[in-house]
Structures are given as C-alpha cells and as structure tokens.
C-alpha cells in the first residue's frame, strides 16, 4: 500500500496537470488525504473520506476522489464536499466552513447505508469503521477514528462524537 505521502503527491500532480487547487490549509488536507488513504487500504479504491462507500468500486465510482461531484460543487460553492479541492474565490473569502448539500442522489446513500447493515452483522472488519459528526459545524465522515481536523470547520479531534442513524 502507498503512503498517505505519495497518495498526495499523486493528487497533487493530478490537480496541477488539469488546473485545480488544493486546499492550502495543510491540516485540513492531510486529514482527507489520510481518510483516502485509510480507503484506498479498506476498499481498494479512493474513495471520499466524507462519504460512506458500499464497498463496490462500481457502485461507489461518483465518490471515488476527484468525486463526480467536485466540479459542479466548486463553481456553486468554490469548494468540494470534503473541501479538498478549492477555486480561488472560496479562498478569497476566507474559506468559510459551512457545510454543502449533498449531492449524491439519496439512493446511492440509502443503498450504502443498507449494505453496511448486512456487513456489520455479518462481518467483524466492518464493525471497525464508525461515522463521525463534528459536533461544531456536523460535518460527517465514516472511518475507523475521527479525523484529526474537521476539513469544514477546523475543529480539533475531540471535538468529534460517534454518530449513529
């Protein structure tokens, strides 16, 4: 398995290649590079730290980073859902950390959130991946621990409660 390292130097050189920005807050990036890269070593794939995957690639691919989603969310909102990527106007206005919608059709949610019903009864690894809410701005993501920053509002680790539907 790649290092969170080379995973962000692969990002990197991706988003420079075709003109995006990263986040500059290095906290911030290091926390969603480190949730892809604890995906990429549970699922296979790079997965948004900010979602929830089904664990197949197929059904997962709209959220496998850059997400389907990224462009549509940076012209609307100059960041993306899990503020990875960023445009200039986001970060001349001080990268506010309110949350985005949702873009995901409620569907693909719903069947993850499904699938991850059968998996904790029926497999013990599966029991090891928690969603998170930041308790200051509810962001969620699901991974083993808390991030160590809330990508949305920069809140600290202990600032992170276990959420359950």
Not at 13 to 25: F, H, R, S, V
Not at 97 to 104: F, G, K, L, S, V
Request: glycine content about 6%; overall charge negative; proline content about 7%.
């Amino acid at each position: 398995m790649r290092t969170a390292g080379e995973i962000e130097a692969e990002i990197l050189a991706l988003a420079q290649k075709e003109g995006y920005t990263l986040n500059p807050d290095r906290e911030i990036r290091e926390g969603i590079i480190e949730g892809i890269a604890a995906n990429e070593e549970r699922l296979g794939y790079w997965n948004c730290p900010c979602r929830r995957a089904s664990g197949d690639r197929n059904a997962d691919l709209d959220i496998v980073c850059p997400c389907q989603y990224r462009d549509a969310d940076l012209k609307e909102h100059g960041r993306c859902y899990c503020a990875l990527y960023v445009n200039q106007e986001y970060l001349d206005r001080g990268s506010p950390p309110e949350p985005i919608p949702e873009r995901r059709p409620i569907d693909k949610v719903q069947k993850v959130v499904k699938a991850e019903e059968v998996q904790n009864t029926m497999a013990g690894d599966a029991k090891d991946v928690k969603v998170w809410r930041c308790t200051v701005c509810g962001y969620l993501c699901a991974r083993s621990e808390a991030p160590p920053i809330c990508p949305i509002c920069r809140a600290k680790k202990e600032r992170f409660e276990e959420f359950k539907l």
